[in-house]
């Protein structure tokens, strides 16, 4: 799929939200569901996600925000899907990752 409203024909894709999955709306779990059976994994209440919305369609992308994720993981998941997330909600997600990272370091001890 190829997009005009992005660089290099890419789609942009906008943060939605950064939630809980629990707390994902009815109408985006089907989002949330589709991306966790391309992962092999059963989304849990307490799994964070970040959700895009694909501009120009009616399609959403989710990101599991595992404890560990790297910004270069998130990359190469989006990579097939053709989309470019703006600077501003790159930087919302990574934070969001790194605020992970430094919870898990504090509650181990490191």
């Known amino acids: 799929m190829t997009g005009p409203s992005g660089p290099g024909g890419k789609y942009r894709a906008v943060l939605v939200s950064i939630t809980?999955?629990?707390?994902?709306?009815?109408?985006?779990?089907?989002?949330?569901?589709?991306r966790a059976?391309?992962?092999?994994?059963?989304p849990r209440d307490d799994d964070d996600v970040a959700i895009f919305n694909v501009h120009g369609t009616s399609s959403n992308f989710v990101v599991f925000l595992d404890a560990?994720?790297?910004p270069e993981e998130v990359k190469e998941e989006m990579g097939p899907y053709n989309v470019v997330i703006s600077n501003t909600d790159w930087t919302r997600m990574v934070q969001e990752l790194e605020r992970k990272v430094q919870y898990l370091e504090a509650t181990r001890g490191e």
């Open 68 to 70: 560990g994720k790297t």
């Open 37 to 42: 059976n391309i992962e092999k994994r059963e």
């Open 20 to 34: 809980k999955v629990a707390s994902v709306s009815p109408d985006l779990m089907p989002f949330v569901v589709f």
